[in-house]
């Protein structure tokens, strides 16, 4: 089994920053991609950021350059630095893992718990 830590989340006024962290642990052998997705309420669940295994990263749209996913292999945690923030990023962002379990000894999709952020204007 694979568990999924995030911390970070919180209220903060617009214009400001936040910094997520999400760690996994477990059964895991080898980590295809992290990421970052968020849902806002009565909206589908969007996608962030991605950091793939010795791929490029990729960025939602409405990002344009104010959040920056990166990732401490030796930790398998990965972390969104937000700055800049609009009261329209007000949403859950979870954390998202592809990796190979090997519990199962297979390709498996983990997301975290979630963690709320307010963006106050």
């Known amino acids: 089994q694979v568990q999924l830590v995030e911390s970070g989340g919180g209220l903060v006024q617009a214009g400001g920053s936040l910094r997520l962290s999400c760690a996994a642990s477990?059964?895991?052998?080898?980590?295809?991609?992290m990421g970052w997705y968020r849902q806002a309420p009565g909206k589908q669940r969007d996608l962030v950021a991605v950091i793939p295994t010795g791929g490029s990263t990729k960025y939602g749209d409405f990002v344009k350059g104010r959040f920056t996913i990166s990732r401490d292999s030796a930790k398998n945690t990965v972390y969104l630095q937000m700055n800049s923030l609009k009261p329209e990023d007000t949403a859950v962002y979870y954390c998202n893992v592809v990796l190979w379990d090997g519990s199962y000894w297979s390709r498996r999709e983990y997301w975290g718990q979630g963690t709320q952020v307010n963006v106050s204007s």
């Open positions: 477990g059964s895991i052998f080898n980590i295809n991609a």
